[in-house]
């Protein structure tokens, strides 16, 4: 019987160091390759600059769309603006005129 208490701890101390291995490479793998881990760095730095991109962007078309607001109040219309919208939405134009369409360039 004293024989077998001694072997008894020695293979509770392996499985328990074996457990903690184990525990450590899961964190290990969880460091380099879970969501938040050091590959997916990358992959979420290249999503942010993506995203600053688009976000650039769209302040670009708002303040466009601020612009367009500003030149159509109510109370004091750009002639311009108006004459171009009437014209392209409603079709009105001169039968002497001449209607030449420009691409727009960014």
Do not use: C
């Not at 024989?3 to 020695?10: H, K, S």
């Not at 525990?23 to 995203?51: C, H, I, K, M």
């Not at 134009?93 to 209607?99: M, N, Q, S, T, V």
């Amino acid at each position: 019987m004293n024989t077998l208490a001694p072997r008894r701890d020695i293979v509770r101390e392996r499985l328990g160091n074996a457990g903690a291995v184990l525990a450590l490479l899961v964190l290990a793998g969880l460091a380099l390759f879970g969501p938040a881990g050091v590959l997916a760095w990358g992959e979420d730095s290249t999503r942010l600059n993506q995203y600053e991109h688009r976000l650039a962007e769209l302040r670009d078309r708002k303040t466009e769309l601020e612009n367009r607001v500003q030149l159509l109040d109510p109370d004091n219309v750009d002639p311009d603006l108006a004459s171009e919208l009437v014209r392209r939405d409603l079709n009105v134009a001169h039968p002497d005129e001449y209607i030449m369409e420009f691409e727009a360039t960014p």
